[in-house]
T-cell receptor, first 115, second 114 residues
Framework: AQSVTQLDSHVSVSEGTPVLLRCNYS??????LFWYVQHPNKGLQLLLK??????LVKGINGFEAEFKKSETSFHLTKPSAHMSDAAEYFC?????????????FGTGTRLKVLA | DVKVTQSSRYLVKRTGEKVFLECVQD?????MFWYRQDPGLGLRLIYF???????EKGDIPEGYSVSREKKERFSLILESASTNQTSMYLC?????????????FGPGTRLTVT
């Protein structure tokens, strides 16, 4: 079975401080993992993806995530938050090789950035 | 620039009405998806299509149907709208093959059923 858990529904940080959004997954197959961002009243935009190459993945807007198989985690980080980072973030797992097109979405983490 | 468009950003319908939500992609993608998004529940898959006229049920297909007559267009149909179908609906598309391909999303349609 496949599942994904975003450990925090809301995260608040001050502008200029580090961001950490936590994601744990469960997958019977080697997973592909994604982080998407959704700004208010917008669709989802891909931030970054892991597909079995380097375990440290760099994405857009200074975000990165590290795939840790032993911890079944794929946490999203950014060294310094910007006001424009305020949005909802979704962690997604897709089981490669399972013959399914399914994406399993986490329930989202809403990031608030304080001035 | 890749693009997925949805026919309406906001829609208000009455209970019992038949509702059509349309999605068009210009990337020649084989796969297309319909999700609904509700607070605290993330995105849930309603239906997806991997080819013209082909479809598979997702996690929550009850009360919905879909149509894909052309590769670029994927329609979601609410046969008889109910208030519990008030939600944000998101369409997405992706390339064929490995599930490692990312999905590209449209801007969403916020549907209110009164």
């Amino acid at each position: 079975a496949q599942s994904v858990t975003q450990l925090d529904s809301h995260v608040s940080v001050s502008e200029g401080t580090p961001v950490l959004l936590r994601c744990n997954y469960s997958s019977s197959y080697s997973p592909s993992l994604f982080w998407y961002v959704q700004h208010p009243n917008k669709g989802l935009q891909l931030l970054l993806k892991y597909t079995s190459a380097a375990t440290l993945v760099k994405g857009i807007n200074g975000f990165e995530a590290e795939f840790k198989k032993s911890e079944t985690s794929f946490h999203l980080t950014k060294p310094s938050a910007h006001m424009s980072d305020a949005a909802e973030y979704f962690c997604v797992v897709s089981p490669r090789g399972s013959g399914t097109y399914k994406y399993i979405f986490g329930t989202g983490t809403r990031l608030k950035v304080l001035a | 620039d890749v693009k997925v468009t949805q026919s309406s950003r906001y829609l208000v319908k009455r209970t019992g009405e038949k509702v059509f939500l349309e999605c068009v992609q210009d990337m020649d993608h084989e796969n297309m998806f319909w999700y609904r998004q509700d607070p605290g529940l993330g995105l849930r898959l309603i239906y997806f299509s991997y080819d013209v006229k082909m479809k598979e049920k997702g996690d929550i297909p009850e009360g919905y149907s879909v149509s894909r007559e052309k590769k670029e267009r994927f329609s979601l149909i609410l046969e008889s709208a109910s208030t519990n179908q008030t939600s944000m609906y998101l369409c997405a598309s992706s390339q064929e093959g490995a599930v490692t391909y990312e999905q590209y999303f449209g801007p969403g349609t916020r549907l209110t059923v009164t």
